[in-house]
């Protein structure tokens, strides 16, 4: 158990030092994008049933789950320093 431990403190430091500042930037490229889909996604679900307004919407809800995935361990190891 001691060996596997340190092996995840060891790839905890590793990845530690590879973020940085492009992948701030990639995330924020990624809310913005979602943000906009949510908007054109809503403001055209109320003209009539269009699959346009759906896949919007369901691309930004596959995009939540998928970055809280990726992210949270992250940013849970980050501020535990």
């Known amino acids: 158990m ?3 431990a340190s092996d995840l403190n060891a790839l905890q430091h590793r990845l530690r030092q590879t973020v940085g500042p492009q992948d701030l930037k990639y995330f924020r490229n990624c809310e913005i994008a979602g943000r906009i889909c949510t908007v054109v996604g809503f403001a ?3 003209l009539i049933v269009n699959p346009i307004s759906i896949l919007l919407i369901a691309i930004v809800q596959k995009n939540k789950a998928r970055t809280v995935h990726r992210t949270d361990p992250t940013f849970h190891s980050v501020a535990s320093t």
């Open 2 to 4: 001691d060996a596997f």
């Open 44 to 46: 055209t679900a109320w």
